[in-house]
């Protein structure tokens, strides 16, 4: 075993064993700063089988992409496949997609992410906020290949009507550049 990955793990389970708020997850972001080794542990203990430290640990992942968006890349396979299983907290999807829209996707998974987003947009069952960030994602793909925007545009449309405003906010904006 790499004894100083088994160090990262530890100090960041222990410190996400604490609680769930918001001055713990900007601790843990202090302590991972732009440090990919890290940016790796934390990705190990969202994947772990440990539902609760896998939850707050996607939580301060959401926030990792913000900052550290790169370090995500290496991860995205697992990052993807964990976003869509079903026995996965909610939670997990959500702060992948949050983490995901600022992520610069290399090519072999634009296909898997822009189907999963426009799923994600079209189930009925799907939490506003994995939407919201799912059209943020799109948006950025829009941008590279601009043949999905009829397809969003027609979604968007017909999703308006009966969304909640994370959605609708994220969504107007989205039309308006479709035009």
């Known amino acids: 075993m790499n004894e100083k990955k088994d160090t990262l793990d ?3 389970k222990n410190k996400l064993q604490e609680g769930h708020n918001k001055e713990i997850c900007e601790e843990v972001l202090t302590y991972i700063g732009d440090d990919k080794k890290k940016v790796d542990a934390l990705v ?3 994947g772990s089988s440990d539902k609760k430290l896998s939850q707050r640990a996607s939580w301060v992942l ?6 550290s968006h790169y370090h995500l890349v290496p991860h995205l396979g697992k990052l993807l496949e964990w976003m869509v299983e079903p026995n996965r907290h909610p939670a997990i999807r ?7 829209q600022y992520v610069h996707l290399p090519e072999d998974f634009l296909g898997a992410v822009m189907d999963t987003c426009f799923r994600f947009l079209e189930d009925p069952k799907e939490a506003a906020a ?3 960030f799912s059209i943020s994602i799109l948006e950025n793909l829009w941008y590279e290949y601009p ?3 009829d397809e969003l545009r027609i979604i968007l449309t017909t999703l308006m ?5 994370s959605f609708k906010v994220r969504a107007r904006r989205l039309l308006s550049l479709l035009g």
């Open 62 to 67: 959401g926030y990792v992409g913000e900052r």
């Open 161 to 165: 009507e009966d969304a909640l405003p």
């Open 44 to 46: 190990n203990i969202v």
């Open 10 to 12: 530890l100090i960041l």
């Open 130 to 132: 994995v939407k919201a």
């Open 147 to 149: 043949e999905i925007g």
């Open 94 to 100: 959500r702060n992948i997609t949050r983490a995901l």
